[in-house]
Each structure stands twice: as C-alpha cells, then as structure tokens.
Nanobody, 120 residues
C-alpha cells in the first residue's frame, strides 16, 4: 500500500506563496498521474491540479489556473505544488493522491494532509 505524506503548508498573508510537497513511499506513485486536492472547512474535498506520469501534461481547477504550478520529481517519488498569489479562499487542508480519468483520486487511503491558511 502506497503511503503519501504531504508537507509545506503554513500561515501566509494574501498574495504570498507556499510550496507543498508530497512524498510517496513507493515507486508505484511515479508510474501514475499525480495530483493535489483540497478540503476547506465544511466543504467536500475538491480537485486542484494534476500532472501526468512523465510530467509533460498538467491540468488545473479553474480557481487556481495561472496561480498554482504542479510539478514532479520521479527520482524522489515526489509531487510538488507551487502556490503563488494566494487568496483567503485557498485556505484548506491540501492532500495528494494518484489521479485517474476525470481527475478522480485513485488511492483509497489518503495522507494526513497539510494545512494552508491564507490571511486577508
């Protein structure tokens, strides 16, 4: 079973930046598309961004296009999310997972997530 551990969250002012990391315990993750999801208080978890296995293709939720950049390093079994021009509405717990068709999470088990809080 692949274990995922997210890190890099924190408290930042609006307009600031953060870089999240997701480390997978096995190379299985590197053979799949990877992605980020987020869950704000009282809301369902939603798709944020995904990157293909090779890293050559990415897609983003409309709400983060132009502000967030997803990347990956398959030698480290790690996926990153660079978040710039952060807004208060980006406040959420961020999770990573493998991603399938329709931007659906593939792994049943989720990591602990990392909290991102953006103050206005």
């Amino acid at each position: 079973q692949v274990q995922l551990v997210e890190s890099g969250g924190g408290l930042v002012e609006a307009g600031g930046s953060l870089r999240l990391s997701c480390a997978a315990s096995t190379r299985t993750f590197s053979s799949l598309s990877g992605g980020w999801f987020r869950q704000a208080p009282g809301k369902e978890r939603q798709f944020v961004a995904a990157i293909s296995r090779s890293g050559g293709s990415t897609n983003y939720a409309d709400s983060v296009k132009g502000r967030f950049t997803i990347s990956r390093d398959n030698t480290r079994n790690t996926v990153y999310l660079q978040m710039d021009s952060l807004k208060p509405e980006d406040t959420a717990v961020y999770y990573c997972n493998a991603v399938g068709a329709g931007n659906v999470a593939l792994f049943v088990s989720w990591g602990p997530g990392t909290q991102v809080t953006v103050s206005s």
